[in-house]
């Protein structure tokens, strides 16, 4: 059952916003959080950090 699309805690990809295309993989509460996720983390690309924003 895990990796379903009706799993409550799906893994999800974060990308980053600066446009390096670095990613982050991580799993997210679908209940607790339905809407898209965007968390500011560390983008070892450009040495800085910025938004990274939830594709799946």
Known sequence: MAGT???VRPIIKLVST???GFTYV????RRATPDRLV???YDPVIRKH???K???
Not at 26 to 29: A, E, G, I, L, V
């Open 18 to 20: 600066a446009g390096t």
């Open 5 to 7: 699309s009706k799993d």
């Open 26 to 29: 991580t799993r997210k509460n």
């Open 50 to 52: 910025v938004d990274f």
């Open 54 to 56: 939830e594709t799946r």
């Open 39 to 41: 968390l500011r983390k």
